[in-house]
Every structure is written in C-alpha cells, then in structure tokens.
C-alpha cells in the first residue's frame, strides 16, 4: 500500500472546507486505490490455479481495520514527534498504515517550523517540503527506526484551530 503523491493531498488541502472532515477514510482509501497496478479486471474471467499453486499460495488475508477517537491508535510509533498540546481528534490503523487527526489552536507557521526541525532528526528524515496556496505545509519524511515509516504531513488552517493529519506506513 502507498499514500497519494503530494498533488494528491495538495489538492485536497485547497478543498479543506468539506475534505478536512472525512480526509482520514479518504487517504486510507486513496491509498489502497493507488497501491494496485492501474490494469483493471477482465469481467467475466475466471481466475484458475494449477494444483501446485494452490498448495503453495499463502492464505488470503483481509487488511485489519480500527480507528479510535480522542487518542493515538495503540500500534503507532512511540517515536513519532506529537506537537505539544494537540487534541486527537480520530485514529485510524489499516494494517501497518496509519492516518491520524490532530487539532490545535496554534498558528500552522509555529506547527510546520516544529516538524521542519522535529523530522529532521534522527531516526526520522525529510524527503520534501511543499508550501500551498492557504498557509498549508505539506511535509513528506521516513524514519530509519525499526521497523522503517514512510509518511506525509498536511499542516492547514481550518476555521479558528489547525489541522494536523499524518498518515504513516510501515515499510517492507
């Protein structure tokens, strides 16, 4: 699974009004719809397997989904950098993917110097830093911790408070 390129969530922070409230489930959905290979289905074909394969091929497994309200999701990173004082509004976990909602009623410029510095320390590093029309920060990082992350953050106003939101993956 992939998160949305930067164009993605750069689009969707510029539709903040109505995207900020239900951007977690549609992240976790952009990502699955992105994370495939593009090449649709032949409808009406069957799939067959040799006898060989289906001795050989591991179980099926369905993605585990939960999200929680008011707090982190209990499998997220411990060493992942919270800004001080945020309130979590939602928690959602896909697998070893993580999409988190925090608020705060600091200004974005104080919240995006933070995870500037805070995300280039060690285990974590920048990978990109992009600045949209709105005061909105879109910073895309990994961290080297074990296991490795790979995630983006989208740091925006929305009416009196900021918005926070940082979708984390676990990386093979």
């Known amino acids: 699974m992939s998160f949305p ?10 539709r903040q009004t109505l995207l900020w409230t239900a951007l977690p489930l549609l992240l976790l959905a952009l990502s699955l719809a992105c994370g495939g290979d593009g090449a649709p289905a ?20 369905t993605p585990e989904y939960s999200s929680v309200t008011g707090r982190l999701p209990d499998t997220f990173p ?25 608020r705060s009623a600091d200004p974005p410029d104080d919240i995006a110097a933070f995870y500037r510095e805070a995300l ?40 009196d408070v900021t918005r926070i939101m940082v979708g984390l993956e676990v990386l093979p």
């Open 42 to 61: 032949d409808e009406g074909s069957v799939p067959t397997a040799s006898v060989e394969l289906e001795e050989t091929a591991a179980p099926a497994s």
């Open 5 to 14: 390129d930067i164009a993605c969530l750069k689009a969707f922070a510029e």
């Open 120 to 159: 280039d320390s060690d285990p974590w590093h920048i990978i990109k830093i992009e600045e949209a029309e709105g005061n909105i920060t879109i910073i895309e990082f990994e961290g080297d911790d074990d296991p490795a992350y790979s995630g983006r953050i989208a740091i925006a106003p929305l009416a």
């Open 78 to 102: 411990s060493r992942f950098p919270v800004y001080d004082g945020v309130s979590i509004e939602r928690g959602d976990t896909l697998t070893d993917s993580f999409v988190v909602d925090f």
